[in-house]
T-cell receptor
Framework: EAEVAQSPRYKITEKSQAVAFWCDPI?????LYWYRQILGQGPELLVQ????????DSQLPKDRFSAERLKGVDSTLKIQPAELGDSAMYLC??????????FGEGSWLTVV | GQNIDQPTEMTATEGAIVQINCTYQ??????LFWYQQHAGEAPTFLSY??LDGLEEKGRFSSFLSRSKGYSYLLLKELQMKDSASYLC????????????WGLGTSLAVNP
């Protein structure tokens, strides 16, 4: 069964350092999402791509976060500089038609 | 504003039936998802409802009433492995099909 691939699974970084997460969606899925999830809360959308275009980045802290999906396939989410409050799980998800959204395993970030 | 309400926690006994409710107020509606999330793991898809009525998938069923802004997830023959958080999410209006997430219901299944 096709899966959304994410890496790294776990990342520990010092505050003020840069960190990047990578996501490869299910083949053929035009829509790609990056979510942030803090323990005990629902996922918070950071950015949504349709192919290579950003369709929603209203909740992305653009002073330190950036996301790209240059060829409309895989995507990278970057944080620079990382802050303590960025510690969370970063989830990538993809969808073909919007009727089913599949999540990757997530990337756990701990900022120390 | 847009809002999704779910109970924070529920407890049930192995072998029993449990119903997790979700009410929503959103600007537009294009479908409702239920996801299961075990601690430390990503959400996994359970169901998608866009029309009123009951959708059954094995031990899990999901119901939707659009006029009432209401859905429930029904879990039958509960197993210990069903202990998890259950997230309700609604697709709002607009071409980008933005998902609005509830905070999740933490279900504990006891022996």
């Amino acid at each position: 069964e096709a899966e959304v691939a994410q890496s790294p699974r776990y990342k520990i970084t010092e505050k003020s350092q840069a960190v990047a997460f990578w996501c490869d969606p299910i083949s053929g899925h035009a829509t790609l999402y990056w979510y942030r999830q803090i323990l005990g809360q629902g996922p918070e959308l950071l950015v949504q791509f349709q192919d290579e275009s950003v369709v929603d980045d209203s909740q992305l802290p653009k002073d330190r976060f950036s996301a790209e999906r240059l060829k409309g396939v895989d995507s990278t989410l970057k944080i620079q500089p990382a802050e303590l409050g960025d510690s969370a799980m970063y989830l990538c998800a993809s969808s073909y038609s919007g009727n089913t959204i599949y999540f990757g395993e997530g990337s756990w970030l701990t900022v120390v | 504003g847009q809002n999704i309400d779910q109970p924070t926690e529920m407890t049930a006994t192995e072998g029993a039936i449990v119903q997790i409710n979700c009410t929503y107020q959103t600007s537009g509606f294009n479908g409702l998802f239920w996801y299961q999330q075990h601690a430390g793991e990503a959400p996994t898809f359970l169901s998608y409802n866009v029309l009123d009525g009951l959708e059954e998938k094995g031990r899990f069923s999901s119901f939707l009433s659009r006029s009432k802004g209401y859905s429930y997830l029904l879990l039958k023959e509960l197993q210990m492995k069903d202990s998890a958080s259950y997230l309700c999410a609604v697709i709002g209006a607009g071409n980008n099909r933005k998902l609005i997430w509830g905070l999740g219901t933490s279900l504990a299944v006891n022996p």
